[in-house]
């Protein structure tokens, strides 16, 4: 899978690692792993994220800098490889980067439907996260380069990517992955398990209260929505990064297929994270409002207000259940 990325990849003097906006587990976990096989093999590596690594992955960002782009730094690179997203407009600062001094672009990513817009894309929609492709690199190149920080990096991509190895986009490799890098690595799950999960402040808390006492069940109680408005979160001292793991609390309730944690964000509109434990995909729920992403997970976003948007997830979440009954 790797063979010519490999071959062209360590020719360059200096690459530049573009992680995808609004950051998570998977990308900022790929992202540092990457930067450090690359450095381990010779070559000089700068990691570019323009919102900065979260607080909960602060962990991994000791193994390796990632920082906000500029235009000075991004010059020095020979090449640009982006992780994660399958899209230029993705990677925020990459498409202007390219725009003022191009360079070659390669891309890996597990989503579904890619732009043709790389050098060289290397995608499989049927792995469970990028953190899983960037293991396949390591195991094609040279599988002893995995050190302690390589295998947490990693595994919690994995970790996060899979909700703990609960979704359906868990394979056997997968799991026999997560199984080299506790053995490679040399750690115990609950060490990345509490930097990820077991970090939360009190305000965070106090926003997951308020949060949890908007949800609304439509459609017999298939569908649930939550929703974060700037009121909240400025009346307990948070932020919208705070709200990593909402959806999973409306996505738990009994007779749920989808959940959408809905953040306000004003005048620039409402972005959501739409989850699935169904065969409803939201995959396709979420190109009808300007997003995309897995058929379990994805993300959207709507030009508001915010009951105008729940009015319309909702209308389109209400078609696509009707389609799914139907077809069975």
């Known amino acids: 899978m790797f063979k010519k990325f490999r071959k062209e990849i360590l020719e360059y003097d200096c690459v530049g690692i573009f992680s995808h906006i609004r950051p998570d587990g998977d990308c900022i976990g790929a992202q540092v792993a990457l930067a450090l096989w690359l ?3 010779g070559v000089r590596v700068l990691a570019f994220n323009d919102d900065g690594v979260p607080t909960y992955l602060d962990f991994i960002g000791s193994y390796f800098p990632v920082e906000e782009s500029d235009e000075e730094l991004a010059a020095q690179c020979d090449a640009f490889v982006v992780l994660d997203g399958n899209a230029p407009e993705r990677f925020g600062s990459y498409v202007t980067c390219q725009d003022h001094f191009p360079r070659p672009g390669y891309m ?6 890619p732009v043709d817009a790389f050098h060289l894309s290397i995608c499989d929609s049927s792995a469970s ?4 492709l960037i293991h396949r690199l390591y195991h ?3 599988p002893d380069q995995i050190d302690g920080d390589v295998a947490r990096a ?3 991509g994995i970790l996060t990517d899979t909700g703990s190895l609960q979704y359906d986009s868990v ?10 890098l506790l053995r490679r690595g040399g750690f115990r799950p609950n060490e990345v398990v509490e930097q990820v999960f077991s970090n939360r402040n009190p305000r965070q808390l106090k926003l997951l209260s308020l949060a949890l006492d908007t949800i609304q069940l439509f459609e017999s109680n298939q569908i649930a929505i939550m929703y974060v408005t700037p009121e909240m979160l400025e009346k307990t001292h948070t932020t919208n990064g705070d709200t990593e793991g909402f959806v999973n609390y409306p996505l738990s309730i009994s007779g749920v297929k989808a959940a959408i944690l809905m953040k306000d964000l004003g005048s620039s509109g409402v972005k959501m994270s739409l989850r699935s434990k169904s065969d409803l995909d939201v995959n396709l729920w979420a190109r009808k409002l300007n997003g995309g992403g897995h058929k379990k997970a994805s993300g959207a976003w709507h030009p508001g207000p915010l009951q105008d948007t729940i009015h319309d997830v909702v209308r389109i979440g209400a078609i696509q259940l009707k389609q799914l009954n139907e077809s069975k």
Do not use: G, Q, R, W
């Open 171 to 180: 394979s056997p490799e997968t799991v026999e992955a997560v199984a080299d």
């Open 39 to 41: 450095e381990k093999n």
């Open 129 to 132: 996260s990028t953190c899983e």
């Open 154 to 156: 990693l595994y919690t």
């Open 108 to 113: 890996i990513d597990h989503h579904p439907d």
């Open 140 to 142: 094609e190149h040279d």
